[in-house]
């Protein structure tokens, strides 16, 4: 099994900046990707960006040139640095891997809130 665990949620005013990491523990096979997505109330859950273990990114348009994903895979750890937050990135926001190519096993986090607000 495959446990992952976030940190570095929290208050930020907007234009801050915050990190997120999640922490992969367990049986991880070392062809996957690591993905954020974020869930505002209300509305579905959304893939922010995505990561594979080759080095692969992709973005939703809504955060391009302001967050970056990168991973270290020695340590099976994925970040997201967020910067120049804006109020609609407020969600709680969930740590995913798959395992590739065909993504038989999916595994999540238990969420991290971010909230940008003055």
Known sequence: QVQLVESGGGLVQPGGSLRLS????GSIS???SMNWFRQ????QRELVAGITSGGSTNYA????????????NAKNTVYLQM???KPEDTAV?????KTLPF???NYWGQGTQVTVSS
């Open 22 to 25: 999640c922490a992969a523990s």
């Open 30 to 32: 070392s062809i996957n």
């Open 40 to 43: 505002a109330p209300g509305k």
């Open 61 to 72: 348009d809504s955060v391009k040139g302001r967050f970056t994903i990168s991973r270290d």
């Open 83 to 85: 910067s120049s937050l």
């Open 93 to 97: 926001y969930y740590c995913n891997l």
């Open 103 to 105: 993504g038989l096993n």
